[in-house]
């Protein structure tokens, strides 16, 4: 998932790196999905740990964007190559972004780790000759960003993407320049510190082995399996559904959403007590499993935020 991908000057161990990745993606995606589908309670996307996870799942795959674009141009920027992969990978995030609106329009991803990948791919252009000293002390000032200069002139849909509004938007993944940009410029400086070292030269004498093999094979076609990976896992989990397979019971299911309810109003600036009691008791008053888990993900109906409307009225 890189603009670089496509320089036959390939490195297998970093292609291998990519492919760990997208097995850690799996690992994410589909216990997301199976919450999403309300087969377990735990939801993915709202779980301290998982979100965690997820972060440190983009950071990878960013900071390889950085290797990758920095190894791909060793002997300088190669633009129809380069303007070729970019292409296919702003034409991937614009699919991923028409595809989530439809599937969950309350909360369909618009900046998510393709859009990121494309724009930093550019802004890291003139990185890629820049002193060390300066990518570093880049690197260092677009992490920092979102809290030295977080403000509510930015918390607007046309400037979200920067990444410095008080409070995240509503989306299933949100990669946004400030702070993540930071994770590519990192690559960046991490990849022209090997070269000058000649440890790219030693990566590109390793032989990958059979498992390394199909690790590196993911990582060379990594936008393909990005793309398909998903679809594949509804597919197989709706036909699960339809079969019959047992759902999340409603009293786990209350308790996701209370979880999830009370992150989301506490988010606004409410008083975190009170958000945790009216949504408790929300929680428990809900006598439909899917609703509860439809709350948890953000893709409620009209006809259920009505009802989860009248039910706050009546706890408060």
């Known amino acids: ?44 996307g709202v779980d301290p740990a998982w979100r965690l996870f997820a972060k440190l799942i983009a950071g990878s795959f960013l900071v390889l964007v950085g290797v990758s674009l920095v190894l791909a141009t060793r002997d300088g920027v190669k633009p129809r190559p380069f303007l070729r992969r970019l292409a296919m ?36 252009l003139p990185m890629l000759r820049a002193p060390l000293w300066w990518i570093a002390m880049m690197a260092l000032f677009v992490a920092g960003a979102p809290l030295a200069f977080s403000s509510p002139t930015f918390d607007s849909p046309g400037l979200w993407w920067l990444g410095l ?50 690790l590196a094979w993911g990582g060379r076609h ?26 999340a019971g409603l009293a786990d299911s209350s308790r996701s959403f209370a979880t999830s309810c009370t992150r989301s109003c506490s988010d606004t600036g409410a008083d975190a007590g009170f958000c945790s009691k009216v949504c408790s008791c929300v929680g428990e008053r809900l006598d439909d499993p899917a609703m509860a888990v439809r709350a948890s993900r953000g893709a409620l109906t009209p006809a259920d935020e009505q009802r989860i409307r009248d039910l706050a009225e009546a706890c408060r």
């Open 1 to 44: 998932m890189d603009p670089a991908a496509s320089s036959p000057l390939r490195i297998p161990a970093v292609d291998a790196a990519r492919g760990i990745a997208l097995l850690a993606m799996f690992v994410y995606h589909f216990t997301w999905d199976l919450g999403f589908f309300g087969l377990i309670t735990l939801q993915a």
């Open 89 to 124: 990978v702003s034409a991937a995030a614009l699919a991923v972004t028409v595809a989530t609106f439809y599937t969950t329009p309350q909360s369909f991803v618009f900046f998510g780790i393709l859009h990121s990948i494309a724009v930093a791919s550019v802004l890291a």
């Open 165 to 214: 509004m008080p409070r995240p938007p509503l989306t299933n993944d949100f990669v946004p320049v400030f702070p993540w940009f930071a994770a590519v410029l990192a690559g960046v400086l991490v990849a022209r510190l090997a070269i000058a070292g000649g440890l790219d030269r030693r990566l590109a004498g390793w032989e990958p082995g059979r498992v390394g093999s199909v």
């Open 222 to 247: 990594s936008l393909a399996v990005y793309l398909i990976h998903q679809p594949v896992f509804f597919g197989l989990l709706s036909l699960a559904v339809a079969a019959g397979a047992p759902k």
